[in-house]
């Protein structure tokens, strides 16, 4: 599925094997991609106000500082040779230190700002004229009544920023709910945007190199539950030209924000044909997870050849792929029986490093390799199911 390199792009010089490569945020994200870049010879560096990170803990060098300290925020630049993020609501002042300092910073700060504020990023995807739900920016209760008058109900009321996994959003499905719904919002700058009636969601983890380059993974089938990724399918259960439909919007979206490196666009596919882009994660993407098995270049490696100017790898699927969240309530009744999910000989385990447990954290994930689609679905589910099974 890899994609172009455009005629007569110049490539810069690679940032090669034994550079250090800082990584902002320290989550499971950095964790996979730290290991990744790793194998291909890599130092890692990472910087959160975490200790003890899932990255840190697999990380040749950990900072630990809030985003805001700027001063350390210059010490850690000063001994990486690239910056990158694993985590986009880093103050934007962190990417324009490392960008004075000298150091490429991939992708850019301007991909930052707009990624991390959905009333900013809703407003970019809606002026390059791709497709979007309507939307109305919300300041006040007063704007709220005037943009439900324009919207209509159901509609999604979210804050304009710091929102994932469902976090900061309400569904307000009559006129009489939007006073509550502003309150939750606590004063907050806001985003009403029409509810999606959909068929799908889906979600396109793709890569673009300093020369240009495009790669991507296909169409990737998600569910939600509470609002939190449970299980993403690959290749996804929709029509082929609705596949490549989402892939093509994947790539004008990278085209036009200029990014180097990974970036997941996430779909609602409309019951009534359309696919409207939902949100954008500019690094790799809890969907795209299965890559590590399934692909023959996973997205964590992807991520670190886009970032330190390398080719672009090959983005084939390898065998049909599932992938299931194991979320902090699994051990609710204490901790799961590994051994039940290893004894499926077509599941990998992967756990993160984070010692507390709780409901909607994610704490790992589990991937299922088959023959067909339905068979590592229900591989990954039975796997995740006897976890718990006492």
Known sequence: MAGHNPAGAERAAPILPGATIGVFGSGQLGRMMALAGRAMGYRIATFSPDPNSPTGQVADLEVTAPYADLDAVAAFVAQVDVVTFEFENVAAEVAALAEAAGKPVRPAGTVLHTAQQRLREKQFLA????????????????????????????????????????????????????????????????????????????????????????????????????????LSIAPARVPAPTAAAAVELARAVLEKLDVVGVLCVEFFAAEDGRL???????????????????????????????????????????????????????????????????????????????????????????TALSGSVEDAVGTVLSARAALTRR
């Open 127 to 230: 002026q390059a004229g791709l497709p979007v739900a309507a939307f109305r920016a919300v300041a006040s209760a007063a704007e709220l009544t005037a943009a439900l008058a324009e919207i209509g109900c159901p509609a999604v009321l979210k804050t304009a920023a710091f929102g994932y996994d469902g976090k900061g959003q309400v569904k307000i499905g009559r006129p009489q709910d939007a006073a509550p719904a502003w309150e939750q919002m606590g004063g907050q700058p806001a985003i009403l945007e029409a509810f999606v009636h959909f068929s799908h969601e889906l979600s396109v983890v793709a890569a673009r190199g300093v020369d240009g380059a495009f790669a991507h993974y296909g169409a990737i089938e998600n569910q939600h539950v509470n609002h939190i990724l449970d």
């Open 276 to 366: 409207l882009i939902n949100e954008l994660a500019p690094r790799p993407h809890n969907s795209g997870h299965l890559t590590i098995e399934a692909a023959l270049t996973s997205q964590f490696e992807q991520q670190v050849r886009a970032v330190c100017g390398l080719p672009l790898g090959s983005t084939e699927l390898l065998r049909p792929a599932a992938m299931a969240n194991l979320l902090g309530d699994l051990w609710a009744a204490g901790e799961p029986d590994w051994a039940r999910a290893y004894a499926h000989p077509a599941v990998k385990v992967h756990l993160y490093g984070k010692r507390e447990p709780r409901p909607g954290r994610k704490m790992g994930h589990l």
